[in-house]
């Protein structure tokens, strides 16, 4: 592909991605040996022009390249590939939180667990927990028909001889995420100003039509079960059943918002109880934690209960602050930070020559492309989209201040980088042409 033709750097790249995804969702018996494996590293060593880009992530392509080694070579050794799998396992955990490539590419991660799983002919439940894994990467992906075959993948396994687990409990939960939490939702939830957010929302509930019935159904299954085996689950462990719990309530309060979203009081209270399943942990998942309350944060503003419950957010923001301060979690933040800014943004209307409050509005919008960029390149073009959006809603006396005095001085904010560099020119030449049609 290379030698005989001009190829895009972004077409070289996702070649290499499905010859290595390919690689991991071969069957032990078909991959190829050590001395093969070994003759195709330089492949993605290019150093010439734009090809560049497959050398940043040389060292992951190399990595899959050592795991698939190790795997001909421990062919017969079930230790060893229990020692890879347990390393493998530990890597799709931690990724699929890490955003960057690293997210792109954890399901080629994720499937080579699976495989490993099937080479060690283990019972059930492990392969299950791959599927699991496996489903999940796709899910962080947006590949929501993958995560959706995956999940049912698991259920099918596990649903004859364990229907009352709290593992198939896990998968249910997780089923209704591709249903309902697909791409259109969270920009509905993130991106919505209060003003227009019901009507999109009871749009989106005409969309999904019968699919969020299934969703319902699956909710209510893991309800009971949750409920009728509880003193069970956490004697087993109770972190598990917590953790479950937790991510219940979570997705529990998400549907309601689709469902019944004036009901404010039991969105609220799903919210908490989502923050507090993660506080009875006893390590306690950050990440749980964080997006519980943004989601709370988020629904108080979009529910117009901003102003009666400024005391408790406050309180929200400073501890998502300091918990982002120890375990950083930049689309989590990213998402506040839209929030507040919108929350300030709806005030220009009534303050259109506020300039404390302007600054206020597009610092935080601001601070969210810095974070979305922080997380993945590919995020930060979303958030741009929103702000040019914003600036072409307010009204002519605002534009003028924030074109004129808000925000040049707002440049530190910037981030750094090609992709960056011309995203602020084309804010700069929005604000341009904004005040000129003034």
Known sequence: MYKFGIVSKDRFYNALRTFAHRLCQLHIDFVPCKKDLESIRDIWEIEEDGLKVCIRYSHIFNELLDFNILRVQSKNDPIQLKRHKEILYKKVNDWVHFGYEYQRLVPMYAQLLLQISKDLNEQEVMVVDAYHLLGYAHYVNNTMYMAQYFYQKGINLIKPYAQGSLFYVRLLIRRTAPIFRREVFIKIINFSRKDNVKEEFTNFKAFLGESLNQSRKDMEIAENILNQSKNMFIRENSDDFYEVKALFHFRKAEQLIIDIFEDKSSIENHYKKSISAVNKMSKKDDTRYMKAIEGLVTYYYLSNQYEA??????????????????????????????????????????????????????????????????????????????????????????????????????????????????????????????????
């Open 309 to 438: 419950k400024l005391k408790d957010i406050k309180l929200y923001i400073v501890t998502l602050n300091e918990l982002n301060r120890h375990n950083y979690r930049p689309h989590i933040m990213a998402n506040l930070e839209i929030t507040l800014g919108d929350y300030h943004f709806d005030q220009i209307f009534n303050s259109p020559e506020n300039e404390e409050i302007i600054q206020k509005a597009f610092k935080h919008y601001l601070n969210a492309m810095k974070y979305s960029y922080d997380f993945s390149e590919m995020e930060i073009f979303e958030y741009e989209r929103l702000l040019i959006i914003r600036i072409g809603e307010i009204p002519k006396e605002a534009a003028r201040i924030l074109s004129q005095k808000v925000y040049p001085p707002l440049g530190y904010l910037r981030t750094a980088g090609e992709n960056a560099d011309k995203l602020y020119r084309l804010i700069e030449e929005c604000l341009i042409i904004h005040g000129e049609l003034l």
